[in-house]
């Protein structure tokens, strides 16, 4: 196995594939206000094996399409689905987060946990935009700092990892430059990562390793999970996701030049 299927296989059979919780997505879907007559158009995009996306099935009159670049996750999805008997109401889609086959305006609410970051946030707000009906919302989770600075050390990791890690205020920034109004925002909490992601995955380390015979590469995949993990213990408190709840605004007939000349739109 290569080192990314050898990945696949450690968050395979996990609830999440990235910190987060049921908790946090009701507390993401209590801050937008749907309509609850109508069968809502909504995308769940990188949605790993749908921790999420059943939570959203099990409290929304919609018609979900989730979207992962990976069957393995999908397949998992689609078994929990059928399990529960929302095998209509969720449809998965394997798909690149960046080519999606959207219609414009088509969607109520597109919801990404841990997830945009593959394309980079501000790109994906863009991009995503387009595929939202105005007044729709987009539900994203995001690596935030969450302390005005931090330790060299971890300030270094996460601009390496992610140049575009940042403060809060200055995602909010970016949410409202490109066309979205805020309705909410909250930071993960410690358990989020704790609890639901990085102890459920330690404890698959040992069956991950004997299922791929204590390989080199499989031993390599385990130390740099545990590294990131330490990593994590260490600066816990200097970052965290922030989830950003914002609706897609009207667009404003008279955008000024200077607006028109800052986001690139030629006329
Ligand atoms: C950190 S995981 C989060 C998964 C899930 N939303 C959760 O919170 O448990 C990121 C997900 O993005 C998916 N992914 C990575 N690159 C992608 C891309 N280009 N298009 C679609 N999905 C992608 C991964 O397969 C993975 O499931």
Known sequence: MTELELIIDLHKNSER???GSEHDTLRALGLLNLPTDQNLKVADIGCGSGGQTITLAKNLNAHITAVDLFP?????????????????????????MDDLPFKQNAFDL????????????????????????????LAVSE??????????????FWKAEY???????????QLENNGYSLTGYFYLSQDSWMETFYKPMQARFETFLERNGHSELARKVVEDHQAEIDLYLQFK????????????????????????AANNEHQ
Not at 81 to 93: E, H, M
Not at 163 to 173: R, T, Y
Not at 237 to 242: A, H, K, V
């Open 17 to 19: 594939q990235g910190p």
């Open 72 to 96: 393995e996750f999908l397949n998992e999805l689609n078994e929990k689905s059928q399990q529960l008997g929302f095998n209509g109401k969720v449809v998965t889609l394997e798909k690149s």
């Open 110 to 137: 597109i919801w990404s946990e841990g997830a945009i970051y593959n394309i980079g946030f501000e790109n994906g707000l863009k991009k995503w935009k387009n595929y939202l009906k105005v007044g729709g919302y």
């Open 143 to 156: 690596i935030t700092w969450i302390t005005p600075s931090r330790p060299k050390e971890i300030e270094e």
């Open 163 to 173: 140049p575009e890690v940042d403060i809060a205020s200055n995602k909010i920034k």
């Open 237 to 260: 408190d200097y970052f965290s996701y922030g989830f950003y709840i914002a609706q897609k605004k009207v667009e404003h007939w008279a955008k000024s030049y200077k607006e028109r």
